[in-house]
């Protein structure tokens, strides 16, 4: 496992913008797939985007296709998390979190932060 740590979290207005970061110590991040999920109160942890340890490999949920970038500086150990055109139903808690492997489930994730909110108003 490896320990992550969140960052840039905040209160915007809706159509903000946001950008999240999840960094970690050692170079084993860097060969690591990096998630990030979000959970809302009373609501499930669900999945948002994930990169590959290349970073040549990113997916998303529907629901922020086209407004979220996933990204990774590897001379930093730092994966990144753009987040445009925000809206009150992104209002959650983030979380990273990493693995071996590339996957959308939360529980194919061996390491996780401890999350980062981000609040949208209307």
């Known amino acids: 496992q490896v320990q992550l740590i969140e960052s840039g979290g905040g209160l915007v207005q809706a159509g903000g913008s946001l950008r999240l970061s999840c960094t970690a110590s050692?170079?084993?991040?860097?060969?690591?797939?990096v998630g990030w999920f979000r959970q809302a109160p009373g609501k499930e942890r669900e999945f948002v985007a994930v990169?590959?340890?290349?970073?040549?490999?990113?997916r998303y949920a529907d629901s922020v296709q086209d407004r979220f970038t996933i990204s990774r500086d590897r001379a930093k150990n730092t994966v990144s998390l753009q987040l445009n055109r925000l809206k009150p139903e992104d209002t959650a808690t983030y979380y990273c979190?990493?693995?071996?492997?590339?996957?959308?489930?939360?529980?194919?994730?061996?390491?996780w932060g401890q999350g980062t909110q981000v609040t949208v108003s209307s």
């Open positions: 050692g170079r084993v991040f860097n060969n690591l797939a």
């Open positions: 990169i590959s340890g290349s970073g040549s490999g990113t």
């Open positions: 979190a990493a693995d071996p492997s590339m996957s959308v489930k939360a529980a194919s994730f061996a390491s």
